[in-house]
């Protein structure tokens, strides 16, 4: 699913392991992180996050993901409450202030957001992910959440400098900008480069300004997404 675009095989690939054991909590959460991700089958995806959280209720992996799954389903209150709850459970799980951070977003809680990722950064010990937390702190203090975006590009842009960064965050950081250009010649490297992260395009809360352009829809049928 995530590197082929291969989503009808992907599924099939997913029934067979749930034939070969019901239980394996894994393979039911990373199905619900996928169709999540591709969007369309929200309560399916919860459902299926909810049992792998039934099957393993302790795993800070499978309580972060079920927020995550939230958030893509634009249930953003019920994100901060699971995130908030893996976070309390496992204080120093990075990945659950990142998906606590990514739930502050879609609620455009800027502030909150901005002390979430500079958990994640300092958790994770991904000097990267400091950086771009305090571009963005430096920039909403100077001049609110537009020049937070801007110095931001600016950090992820000379990141992919010395090293991979996503081409398709750059993109969303240039739409929730307003540059739509410059979001869509981000979108167009990120295919080229087969970043995986295009599997989200259509549950990405960030590209929602794209949608009602035809270029947005073009990227939808070559990445293969389930219209």
């Known amino acids: 699913m995530e590197h082929d675009w291969d989503f009808a095989g992907g599924e099939g690939e997913y029934k067979k392991s749930f034939e070969l054991d019901p239980n394996d ?27 792998a959280h039934q ?14 799954v939230h958030t893509m389903a634009r249930q953003y209150d019920e994100a901060i409450i699971a995130c908030k709850k893996a976070a309390n459970e496992n ?9 606590l951070a990514r739930a502050y977003l879609g609620k455009r809680m800027y502030p909150q957001f901005i002390e979430e990722w500079k958990a994640y950064g300092q958790l994770s010990s991904d000097q990267n992910e400091s950086d771009f937390a305090s571009a963005m702190e430096q920039g909403f203090r100077l001049a609110g959440w537009k020049s937070a975006l801007t110095k931001g590009i600016e950090i992820r842009q000379a990141q992919r400098k010395t090293g991979y960064y996503s081409p398709l965050v750059i993109a969303t950081l240039y739409a929730d900008l307003g540059d739509k250009e410059q979001a869509f010649r981000w979108l167009n490297t990120a295919y080229q480069e087969r970043d995986w992260l295009l599997v989200g395009l259509k549950t990405n809360f960030l590209l929602d300004p794209l949608h009602s352009d035809p270029r947005f829809a073009e990227l939808v049928r070559k990445v293969g997404l389930p219209q």
């Open 91 to 99: 204080p120093t799980f990075a990945m659950a202030h990142f998906c």
């Open 25 to 51: 909590a894994l393979a039911h959460l990373w199905y619900a992180f996928d169709i999540g991700m591709i969007g369309g089958r929200d309560q399916e995806a919860l459902a299926e996050a909810n049992r």
């Open 55 to 68: 099957l393993d209720p302790l795993s800070p992996t499978i309580s972060t993901t079920v927020g995550e």
